[in-house]
């Protein structure tokens, strides 16, 4: 009845500062009900299997030959990489260091960075073939499930439900990758802390609502390989960083507070969204051990597709 909810704010990506209650009540939410539509598709209880491959082709029909894996390189070329690494090296250590934490400046820390993108990006289709080879791992949901693509409210016991927006990006496709797509956006702190947990809570809703038993450590990678292609992508949106705030002006920015870079610019959160996503991925390659397993993952899948490992320079 009218007057038993009470509704939350409109709210923005990269501005959990700005929630309500706890982020853990936010984004469990979030994973939970990604993970029952999810599960809802593999148990055909949105539609038939026909009916939805219909309209959301399945990355599962794609042959393996089609996914544009090769010996060489299957990223962008190895001039652009560069030039775009390089920005991207000066952005973490030298322009904007103060909003990152002090060891993502050192020459260690950069090296590692470098040679892990530059890892990610000779193996581009490679690892998108990985994160959907397994159809237990591929299921129809929403693509971009943050807390400004849903509504919040509280009913009249004060419970936290919501009802999910923009549908654009919802997709037949590899369910670790997408995860990575929902929670990008949410404060590092609470990612490195709360990962294991959210991929268990998938886990648990996925199956519960009708999809097969998932592996964790099988969707922590394939959420780690969706961080590192976006980590690539992001290379290239150095330049868009300082049109939206002037190179010179990140001198005096010392956190990710400051209203230059926090606010929204143009009535737009990109530049927002940018510079947070660097500070998420940074802290975790830092964090994570995420070489050694990049190393071990990169012999499993030349083995799996019969291919020799690739050459890749770090300049």
Same mark, same amino acid.
């Given at each position: 009845?009218?007057?038993?909810?009470?509704?939350?704010?409109?709210?923005?990506?990269?501005?959990? +500062?700005?929630?309500?209650?706890?982020?853990?009540?936010?984004?469990?939410?979030?994973?939970?009900?990604?993970?029952?539509?999810?599960?809802?598709?593999?148990?055909?209880?949105?539609?038939?299997?026909?009916?939805?491959?219909?309209?959301? /082709?399945?990355?599962?029909?794609?042959?393996?030959?089609?996914?544009?894996?090769?010996?060489?390189?299957?990223?962008?070329?190895?001039?652009?990489?560069?030039?775009?690494?390089?920005?991207?090296?000066?952005?973490?250590?030298?322009?904007?260091?103060?909003?990152?934490?002090?060891?993502?400046?050192?020459?260690?820390?950069?090296?590692?960075?470098?040679?892990?993108?530059?890892?990610?990006?000779?193996?581009?289709?490679?690892?998108?073939?990985?994160?959907?080879?397994? /159809?237990?791992?591929?299921?129809?949901?929403?693509?971009?499930?943050?807390?400004?693509?849903?509504?919040? +409210?509280?009913?009249?016991?004060?419970?936290?439900?919501?009802?999910?927006?923009?549908?654009?990006?919802?997709?037949?496709?590899?369910?670790?990758?997408?995860?990575?797509?929902?929670?990008?956006?949410?404060?590092?702190?609470?990612?490195?802390?709360?990962?294991?947990?959210?991929?268990?809570?998938?886990?648990?809703?996925?199956?519960?609502?009708?999809? /097969?038993?998932?592996?964790?450590?099988?969707?922590?990678?394939?959420?780690?390989?969706?961080?590192?292609?976006?980590?690539?992508?992001?290379?290239?949106?150095?330049?868009?960083?300082?049109?939206?705030?002037?190179?010179?002006?990140?001198?005096?920015?010392?956190?990710?507070?400051?209203?230059?870079?926090?606010?929204?610019?143009?009535?737009?959160?990109?530049?927002?969204?940018?510079?947070?996503?660097?500070?998420?991925?940074?802290?975790?390659?830092?964090?994570?051990?995420?070489?050694?397993?990049?190393?071990?993952?990169?012999?499993?899948?030349?083995?799996?597709?019969?291919?020799?490992?690739?050459?890749?320079?770090?300049?």
């Amino acid at each position: 009845q009218d007057g038993d909810r009470a509704m939350d704010p409109a709210y923005d990506k990269m501005k959990d +500062w700005e929630l309500k209650g706890s982020q853990d009540e936010y984004y469990f939410l979030l994973t939970t009900y990604g993970a029952r539509m999810a599960g809802m598709d593999k148990a055909e209880a949105l539609a038939s299997r026909a009916v939805m491959d219909s309209f959301f /082709p399945s990355a599962a029909q794609r042959p393996k030959e089609q996914w544009g894996m090769r010996a060489e390189s299957s990223g962008i070329g190895e001039k652009e990489f560069n030039a775009k690494i390089k920005m991207g090296v000066d952005f973490v250590g030298t322009t904007g260091k103060a909003l990152f934490p002090a060891e993502c400046a050192t020459p260690a820390f950069l090296q590692k960075y470098k040679r892990i993108l530059a890892v990610s990006n000779a193996y581009t289709a490679e690892m998108q073939w990985w994160c959907n080879r397994n /159809p237990d791992y591929i299921a129809w949901s929403h693509g971009n499930l943050n807390v400004d693509n849903v509504f919040f +409210w509280r009913d009249a016991d004060k419970k936290l439900d919501l009802g999910v927006l923009d549908w654009g990006g919802a997709r037949t496709d590899s369910v670790g990758w997408k995860l990575w797509w929902w929670l990008y956006c949410c404060e590092y702190d609470f990612l490195n802390k709360n990962l294991d947990d959210l991929l268990d809570c998938f886990i648990k809703e996925y199956e519960a609502s009708g999809g /097969p038993k998932l592996d964790r450590a099988e969707l922590r990678w394939q959420f780690t390989l969706s961080a590192l292609q976006q980590g690539v992508g992001l290379l290239g949106a150095v330049p868009q960083i300082y049109k939206m705030c002037k190179k010179p002006e990140f001198a005096t920015i010392k956190d990710r507070l400051d209203p230059r870079i926090s606010q929204n610019i143009d009535g737009k959160n990109t530049l927002r969204i940018y510079i947070g996503t660097f500070i998420n991925i940074c802290n975790m390659i830092k964090d994570w051990d995420i070489e050694s397993q990049l190393d071990k993952w990169v012999k499993e899948v030349c083995s799996a597709i019969g291919i020799p490992e690739k050459k890749v320079v770090v300049e």
